[in-house]
């Protein structure tokens, strides 16, 4: 089996091959990590353990199987997550209880950073310093049934500075997917978790996740 350093050498060398013929990099990264993942929105740990990704500085890449594509700048990106790899629960996140349905989430696999942080392996890099991102799943790829949710948060203060949405209006794609908007401050990262209700998957096999600064 390759390990994730193999897959990101092997991207790596395509890239180069790429920008040689089409002057633009498009990178693609597909992650199969056995271990499992932190809700970091202001919940807890799947066993109840409650461990806050500030404890977990090399937290980059670890929850079950995604696929993540970058632009040619890297100022936004594609995640495409297999629905098995979203963790049971609600990760004890306020804006989606699961009295309400809300029974898996599945936290981006990195931090998005305001104006002035430097990007690292476990951050995806704004590269114009722009100050708001924006999360969603508002795709035709995603369907008309499923429903989902999105919370962006502040690392520090996930229960606090966060940005709830769900169903959407804008969303042309289907009214029950997610748009989630919001200002990131200088010096200040940020996380996010998408949430969907088991009941309305079918009959998709994997969520399509967008993000972009801003």
Request: glycine content about 10%; charged content about 15%; some cysteine.
């Amino acid at each position: 089996m390759n390990t994730p350093s193999q897959q990101v050498l092997r991207c790596a060398l395509l890239a180069t091959i790429i920008t040689g013929v089409t002057g633009c990099i498009v990178i693609k990264i597909s992650v199969n990590s056995g271990k499992p993942a932190a809700p970091y929105g202001g919940g807890r740990e799947p066993n109840g353990a409650g461990h806050a990704l500030e404890q977990r500085p090399n937290d980059g890449v670890r929850q079950g199987f995604y696929t993540e594509t970058f632009d040619p700048i890297g100022s936004g990106g594609t995640i495409i997550v297999l629905a098995s790899s979203f963790v049971s629960g609600n990760g004890n996140q306020a804006c989606f209880p699961t009295s309400e349905g809300w029974d898996k989430y599945f936290v981006l696999p990195r931090y998005f950073v305001g104006p002035g942080v430097t990007a690292d392996s476990t951050s995806y890099t704004n590269s114009e310093q722009l100050s708001s991102v924006t999360v969603r799943t508002c795709d035709p790829t995603n369907g008309s049934t499923l429903e989902t949710g999105i919370v962006v948060y502040e690392q520090f203060n996930p229960n606090t500075d966060k940005k709830c949405a769900t169903n959407s209006p804008t969303c042309l794609a289907s009214g029950k997917l997610t748009i989630d908007p919001r200002a990131i401050a200088n010096g200040k990262k940020y996380r996010a978790t998408v949430f969907y209700k088991s009941g309305t998957l079918s009959p998709l096999t994997e969520v399509k996740v967008i993000w972009n600064y801003p």
